[in-house]
């Protein structure tokens, strides 16, 4: 019995480019339609129509814009040194967060962990997440004084919970495969997550803890200004004191002290991963 001639038209045809149904055309049209909506709505809630103030008040804007491109350097150790502060308060910031970020992502992922114990775990994800580092590091200045330690109380537990939540995001996204072979084994729960989670999962968490710390190293800038230590507050002052020439050498150094932990971290990426 000879083999079905197949014609080189069959062969080569291109199939046909997906089609849209009517009814996810018009939850599109929905869904694009409220944002744009919302946008329009909220015009004047931001103040928007006020934008041409930039231009009216370019005088303004000229005077500080010339300060600012005269950078003073007069205290340029004292910059260096609140900076170095501020990149330590957001290094041991990371370090409490990821310390109390990894039990807590692994108890709220869905697939390792019962509801019972998911549940209460999301919400103090939630809770951490959503309150401001701002209010935090208030609430731990009035708790241990002015000072570094209320920054890095602060970014810890706000970064706890971001972390918990990408952390625990990466363990519900894991292949079933390899816990189960450890499963199979007849090894308890511990040793399935040792060998099977841990090792799926480490990449991911290694990035996400980087972009944080990266994050953490701004944050930690703009926490000075409540007198949670760092160059935030010599910034503070300086404004306070309209010393625009004083805040210029600062921005610099603050741009430069985050462009060398970006790359910093790019090569630990690149060694890591």
Do not use: C
Not at 117 to 137: E, F
């Amino acid at each position: 019995m000879t083999a079905p001639v197949t014609s080189p038209a069959s062969v080569t045809a291109v199939p046909k480019p997906p089609v849209k149904s009517l009814g996810a055309w018009a939850l599109d049209a929905m869904i694009w339609g409220g944002v744009a909506v919302l946008l329009l709505i909220s015009i004047d809630a931001v103040d928007l129509k006020n934008v041409s103030r930039l231009f009216t008040n370019a005088e303004n804007m000229k005077g500080f814009a010339a300060d600012l491109l005269r950078p003073n350097w007069d205290d340029w150790q004292l910059y260096v040194s609140k900076m170095w502060e501020t990149i330590q308060i957001a290094l041991w910031g990371t370090f409490l967060a990821i310390f109390l970020g990894v039990p807590m992502g692994l108890a709220a992922a869905r697939n390792i962990a019962p509801v019972w114990v998911v549940t209460p775990v999301r919400w103090l994800m939630n809770a951490l997440r959503s309150i401001p580092d701002l209010v935090m590091g208030l609430l731990f200045v009035v708790a241990v004084g002015l000072g570094p330690l209320a920054g890095v109380l602060a970014i810890a537990l706000n970064t706890a919970g971001v972390l918990a939540k990408l952390f625990s995001e990466a363990v519900e996204s894991i292949d079933k495969g390899p816990v189960e072979g450890v499963r199979a084994t007849g090894a308890p729960k511990l040793h399935e997550i040792m060998w099977g989670v841990i090792p799926q999962v480490a990449p991911l968490w290694t990035s996400f803890a980087l972009y944080r710390f990266e994050s953490n190293s701004r944050s930690a800038t703009v926490l000075g200004l409540i007198g949670a230590g760092g160059i935030g507050q010599v910034l503070f002052d300086r404004m306070n004191g309209f010393d625009y020439s004083s805040v210029s050498a600062i921005v610099i150094i603050v741009v430069v002290a985050v462009t060398l932990i970006d790359m910093l971290s790019q090569a630990m990426r690149k060694r890591l991963l």
